[in-house]
């Protein structure tokens, strides 16, 4: 019992103090943030999807934070410019991104020219949002259902806004799982121009995140047939994912999975590589606090930038199993199919 008791003791005593040290590490790491500035970089021009959720969650984070966070632009080579910038960054914790996971996913596998970062290495403090993508067609389309697109003779012509945004290899995926005939328009300006061309019937589909998808559909100028991944939307519960669409071969729910891990990646929230842990715990939590307050969700939901929470650790797994997780062979079709989102 004595042994049992002295044990015990030393097991407390031990508590105390690494609770007391971590009281005394967090003391440190908020002080060391008081009054100073945070830059939030965004890899893309202003008004943009990441540019908004950026000023959406700035002013909250302030507030937690008890510093002043500022939105900068550096866009450039689709997103790359920012986080090369990030990745080679004082690990200091003044320097943080809203970034697309996705796309920077993509760069990494296939090598793109410009990358100069490991997404395997980031510090990693949420996810804040990988909404899934959703088939739209024309609102007068006669075509109803994923089997009725599949009869379709002619071509599909798919809508995107650039050879390596999400409407583009969201398409070429599709396109290949399905062993559909397709050309893929990467000319328009942004995703609202592309969906137009939907519309008028200049182009026969476009794959949006759901978002956007819920806005065209109220408004009538488009309709969803399916749901790109295995979860269904929040906005579209009556439309079947296209695992329950249509029944798919191995090959087929591969390239589908695939692409839906690479999605959930979706808007990272990162700083620079080796942070202090410490000083990365702080954040975690602050971040964590900033993105459940309700008033911040409440203003999301009014703009429809829909605030999901993922931990830093989920989010690092997720990307460790995109770019560290993909066989040579796999990476050389990833490539392929990616080159035809540009072949339009």
């Not at 290949?176 to 592309?194: D, P, R």
């Amino acid at each position: 019992m004595a042994t049992f008791t002295s044990a015990s003791r030393i097991l407390l005593a031990t508590t105390a103090c690494m609770a007391a040290l971590l009281s005394a590490a967090s003391a440190e790491d908020k002080a060391y943030y008081q009054g100073k500035t945070v830059r939030m970089i965004v890899g893309s021009g202003p008004g943009g999807g990441y540019d908004v959720f950026s000023r959406l969650i700035a002013p909250y984070l302030s507030r937690v934070l008890g510093t002043t966070v500022v939105v900068e632009n550096q866009p450039g080579a689709g997103g790359l410019t920012a986080l090369n910038r990030l990745y080679a960054a004082p690990p200091d914790g003044y320097l943080l991104s809203l970034s697309n996971g996705t796309g920077a996913a993509f760069a990494q596998i296939t090598g793109q020219k410009g990358v100069r970062f490991d997404l395997a290495k980031f510090s990693y403090l949420a996810t804040v949002g990988a909404p899934p993508a959703l088939w739209m067609l024309a609102a007068d389309s006669p075509i109803k259902t994923v089997d009725q697109a599949l009869l379709r003779k002619e071509k599909w012509r798919w809508a995107a806004s650039g050879s390596t945004s999400g409407l583009a290899t969201g398409a070429a995926f599709a396109c290949e799982a399905l062993k559909m005939q397709c050309q893929i328009v990467a000319g328009y300006k942004g995703s609202n121009e592309a969906a137009i061309a939907v519309t008028r019937g200049e182009m026969d589909a476009i794959n949006l995140p759901e978002s956007s998808a819920n806005h065209l559909q109220r408004t009538k100028q488009n309709m969803a047939i399916a749901t790109m991944g295995r979860t269904k939307s929040r906005f579209f519960p009556d439309q079947p994912t296209i695992f329950e669409a249509v029944k798919l071969d191995a090959d087929a729910e591969w390239l589908f999975d695939f692409y839906d891990n690479v999605s959930n990646l979706g808007r990272i929230m990162v700083a620079a590589p080796n942070m202090p842990p410490t000083r990365l715990a702080y954040l975690h939590a602050a971040v964590k606090e900033t993105l459940a307050e309700p008033q911040l969700i409440a203003e999301g939901e009014r703009a429809e930038r829909i605030i999901e929470y993922l931990g830093p650790n989920e989010t690092l797994a997720n990307a460790k199993k995109v770019v560290s997780e993909v066989t040579a062979e796999q990476k050389a079709r990833i490539i392929k199919i990616l080159e035809s989102a540009g072949s339009d």
